[in-house]
C-alpha cells in the first residue's frame, strides 16, 4: 500500500481534514519528527490525471490554508511510508527552512498576455526589391534578430515595472518570460496576508495602466510555487 | 493564524470557470514539492483538461479556445 501526499506542514497539532481526497480517500496527517503531512492510503500504481483528481488534490490542500501555510506536494506524488520517513529526515532542515519563508503567506499569480505584433520586426521591411536573394536572407535574419532584441527588451521591461509596482508587498516572486510567445509573463508573488488587501489594489491600479497587456489575475494559492526543494535534493542524491 | 483566507478568484475577461480551472492544473501539476523520482501520473485516459493544461503553458488565449471548440462539439 502506497500513500498519496498531499503537504506538509510544521504549526498544527491536530489536523482535522474534512473532505475526501483523491478516490473518496480519507485523509490523514501523518506526524514524521516535528513535521506532518497530509496523506492518503493509495492501492495503484499511477495516479490518473484527470480533472477530478487534480481539484481533489488541490482541494485538500487548500482544506488547511485558513489555518497554516502548508507546501504542497505535486500532483501524483505516491510513496510509501518508509520513503516518506527518509525523505523528511534527509531533508528536515531545509525543508523546515522553506517553511519558514512561506509562513503567513499565500500565492497569487499574474499572466501577461500581449500582442505578439506590436512588438515584432520594429523596422519596416527595406525598399528595395531589386536586391539579390542572399541580400534580402540577411536583411530577413536581420530583422528577426532585431524583432527577438525588441520583444526581449519589452518583456523585461514589462516585468521591471510589475516588480515596482508591487515593491514592497510581496515576499518572493517567481517571474517567467517568453518574449517569442503571447503569454509574455508569468509570476507568482508571495505575499504576506496581512498585505494582501493592499497588494490586491496594488495590481488592480496596475492593470489600468497597461491596457494593451491582458492581464489574468488569480489567487490566493496555496504556495504551489514556492515549496520546491527539488534542486538540493537532486544534488544531494546524485540525481542528474 | 486564525484569519480566513479569501476564496480563489480569477480576474479576467474570459469566462472564469474554464480559467479557474486551468489555472488549478497549472498550479497543482507544474508546481509543488516533488521527491525526485515519485511522482507518479498516468495519462492513459487523458482528458481534455489535460490537453488544455499543455496549452495553457504556450498560451491561456489558445487554452480558452481549445475549451470553448470542446464545449461546441
Redesign the interface.
Known amino acids: 500500500m502506497k500513500l498519496y501526499a498531499y503537504c506538509l506542514v510544521d504549526d498544527l497539532d491536530t489536523l482535522d481534514v474534512q473532505r475526501p481526497g483523491i478516490l473518496g480517500a480519507d485523509v490523514r496527517a501523518l506526524k514524521i519528527e516535528d513535521l506532518s503531512v497530509l496523506v492518503s492510503d493509495y492501492q495503484f500504481d499511477a495516479v490518473p490525471v484527470t480533472r477530478e483528481n487534480a481539484l481533489d488534490h488541490a482541494a485538500v490542500v487548500r482544506s488547511v490554508l485558513d489555518r497554516t501555510t502548508p507546501l504542497p506536494f505535486r500532483f501524483g506524488t505516491l510513496v510509501t511510508e518508509q520513503q516518506l520517513r527518509n525523505y523528511l529526515s534527509a531533508r528536515k532542515p531545509s525543508l523546515q527552512m522553506r517553511l519558514g519563508n512561506v509562513r503567513g503567506c499565500v500565492e497569487m499569480s499574474i499572466k501577461i498576455i500581449w500582442e505578439l505584433t506590436q512588438h515584432d520586426k520594429p523596422n519596416p521591411p527595406d525598399a528595395a526589391t531589386n536586391q539579390g536573394a542572399g541580400t534580402m536572407f540577411l536583411a530577413e535574419k536581420r530583422r528577426e534578430i532585431l524583432g527577438d532584441e525588441h520583444r526581449s527588451q519589452a518583456a523585461t521591461e514589462i516585468s521591471s515595472w510589475l516588480r515596482e509596482k508591487v515593491s514592497g508587498l510581496i515576499r518572493d516572486e517567481q517571474v517567467t518570460l517568453r518574449p517569442a510567445e503571447k503569454l509574455v509573463l508569468s509570476a507568482a508573488h508571495l505575499v504576506d496576508r496581512a498585505k494582501l488587501h493592499d497588494y490586491k489594489e496594488a495590481v488592480a491600479a496596475a492593470r489600468q495602466e497597461r491596457p494593451e497587456l491582458r492581464f489574468l489575475f488569480s489567487g490566493p494559492w496555496p504556495p504551489y510555487s514556492f515549496a520546491n526543494i527539488e534542486l538540493e535534493f537532486k544534488t544531494q542524491f546524485g540525481v542528474s | ?6 476564496q ?6 474570459w469566462e472564469s470557470s474554464d ?3 486551468l ?3 497549472d ?21 481534455l ?2 490537453v488544455g493544461l499543455n496549452v495553457l ?6 487554452a480558452h479556445e481549445v475549451l470553448r471548440k470542446h464545449q461546441m462539439e
Not at chain 2, 503553458?57 to 489558445?62: A, G, I, L, N
Open positions: 493564524m486564525s484569519a480566513s483566507v479569501d480563489i478568484t480569477v480576474i479576467d475577461e480559467i479557474s480551472l489555472e488549478t492544473l498550479h497543482v501539476l507544474n508546481r509543488g514539492l516533488v521527491i525526485a523520482g515519485e511522482i507518479t501520473i498516468s495519462v492513459a485516459d487523458i482528458d483538461i489535460f503553458v504556450s498560451s491561456v488565449e489558445t
